[in-house]
């Protein structure tokens, strides 16, 4: 029996504007005192205060919060104020004054050399003075937005400060970790075991961003919200699964010095494009909810394996001097604070299998690369064809026409730009033949919601005030992410490049193509 289903589609005038985001209600998330470390960063002043700012503008913080930068430079509150004024403008969703105005007076800073313990004990009396003044709970978060090397002896100086525990029971204390959290699997298991004296696994959010952006939250409800795509989300009906995260950016805005260190593998795969990949072949937890999820996507990391020598499955590349929209772009090794003679990979491919009942025998192909000819992060499900081809595709280039088989069904999600789902079909094409054509089917988010999409750290910092760390790594989700490219990364270290192997403004190495079967390729088509 049909059971009556009422939907309630919003006309485009009843939607909200873009400052609300259709949250079926706005309200405060609970105040709190927010200690940003290493305030005088990049992250801080492009992402973090602009975040907290923007989420001031929608509602989503307390009046009472107090948000305070600690960092060595002495530049006083007021001097911190003047540059995250500079900053916000520049980074916001939609700055205006009046806004900044109702924000600015939560800003404070203080100024703190991570390994002076007084200044610990110095920052807890500001803080309490300022939750006093405020009418502030008490409650607390650190956020670690300083070089990693700091992270355990901020965190150490937290503790003998009594910081790193919430002062009574009622109360809570938070701990975020940028990434990267670790440097390879045996740096990321000592961070956790040094990081776990003093902060319990509930108090620690390990952010990895993609996880909040909302398109990536969308493979979950796409999945387990359609009762039509799910059962088709295994080895009966997929052919494989490619992941990109393709960017057309080098080592702009002075980055080159923490790349070379980091490169593609550690910076992009580890940690972004795993998790992508967990949230496509994970099972529905038994719950939504933090641990359940996390728990199935740890259960996908330890049945990833690839078949093969390393070099068979993995493909490392570097770009040269290419060409890129019109313009000549440096290659690598020519950017600022880049060695002449640098070994780092700014390309990854990875053919990966996910060796469980659901996806035995389906590859992954999994890639990322800086100075590609675009930046488009896309996870694009390929199905199997049908067992007979009835019909053909005709392609014709000037008068010269071929026949081929028609292509594969294929579920498209743009995680960015241009934020949406594709479903890839066959239709016969208009005439007196029976041939095939591709058509899109396509849902497109600014025509469905007319709205931005809220910047995935606005996100992550209200799951962290709601004390959900869903969208957050947990201490096992991280080490076997290490476990995996760990071997990689020791393997290449082991054997000398032959870089560059790509011009900037092309897809990548040709290596990355061989990863394929000869009838399958990466999906490229510029828009
Ligand atoms: C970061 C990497 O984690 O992600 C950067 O360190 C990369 O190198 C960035 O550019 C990509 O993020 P997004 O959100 O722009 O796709």
Redesign the pocket.
């Known amino acids: 029996m049909l059971e009556s289903v009422t939907t309630a589609i919003p006309s485009k005038g009843a939607l909200s504007g873009p400052d609300t985001f259709n949250d079926a209600e706005v309200s405060p998330e609970p105040p709190a005192s927010v200690v940003i470390f290493g305030a005088s960063g990049d992250l801080t002043a492009r992402k973090l205060v602009p975040a907290l700012y923007d989420l001031c503008r929608r509602g989503h913080l307390a009046s009472e919060s107090v948000i305070v930068g600690a960092a060595r430079r002495d530049k006083g509150t007021d001097g911190f104020r003047q540059e995250m004024y500079e900053a916000t403008k520049e980074h916001s969703d939609a700055f205006d004054e009046d806004h900044w105005v109702r924000f600015v007076d939560r800003l404070h800073y203080h100024r703190l050399e991570f390994d002076t313990p007084e200044h610990y004990r110095g920052l807890r009396e500001e803080l309490k003075r300022l939750e006093g003044e405020r009418g502030l709970p008490g409650d607390r978060i650190h956020y670690m937005a300083a070089a990693p090397r700091f992270y355990v002896p901020i965190v150490e100086h937290l503790d003998e400060a009594g910081l790193a525990k919430p002062e009574d029971a009622e109360r809570w204390c938070r701990v975020v970790f940028e990434?990267p959290f670790g440097y390879d699997l045996a740096s990321a298991e000592e961070l956790n075991e040094q990081v776990s004296r003093y902060l319990a696994e509930d108090q620690i959010y390990r952010i990895d961003?993609?996880l909040g952006?909302d398109t990536v939250q969308n493979i979950m409800a796409f999945r387990l919200g359609n009762g039509i795509f799910e059962p088709l989300f295994n080895r009966r009906y997929v052919d494989h699964v490619q992941i990109t995260?393709a960017?057309d950016?080098g080592m702009e805005s002075g980055?080159g010095g923490y790349?070379d260190e980091s490169g593609a593998l550690r910076?992009?795969v580890q940690?972004?494009l795993l998790q992508l990949l967990c949230l496509v072949a994970m099972e529905p937890p038994a719950v939504v909810g933090a641990r359940e999820i996390r728990d199935e996507k740890v259960k996908v990391l330890s049945c990833i394996r690839a078949a093969g020598s390393i070099d068979e499955w993995a493909v490392r590349g570097q770009y040269g001097e290419g060409e890129l929209e019109g313009d000549t772009a440096p290659g690598y090794r020519q950017e600022d604070r880049i060695p002449e003679d640098s070994r780092t990979e700014t390309y990854v491919a990875l053919r990966l299998q996910v060796e469980n009942w659901r996806w035995a025998g389906v590859p992954f192909f999994l890639r990322t690369g800086k100075r590609l000819p675009a930046?488009r992060?896309q996870i694009a499900v390929v199905f199997k064809r049908p067992p007979t081809q009835y019909f053909r595709t005709v392609t014709c280039v000037g008068d010269v026409c071929s026949l081929s088989a028609p292509a594969a069904n294929a579920l498209v999600f743009d995680i960015?730009p241009n934020e949406g789902v594709h479903l890839f079909l066959s239709v016969k094409r208009p005439g007196m033949n029976m041939d095939a054509h591709q058509v899109d089917m396509s849902f497109r988010y600014d025509q469905a919601f007319h709205q931005k999409l809220p910047d995935?750290y606005e996100r992550l910092l209200v799951d962290v005030m709601r004390g959900d760390q869903t969208l957050f790594a947990r201490s096992d989700e991280i080490e076997k992410a290490w476990a995996l490219v760990t071997p990689v990364l020791e393997h290449w270290q082991q054997t000398p490049p032959d870089f560059p192997n790509y011009p900037a403004g092309s897809w990548g190495p040709e290596a990355a193509d061989r990863l394929f079967p000869p009838t399958a390729g990466w999906l490229n088509e510029e828009e």
């Open positions: 990434k961003h993609y952006k995260v960017e950016m980055r790349y910076d992009v940690n972004h930046k992060t960015q995935a």
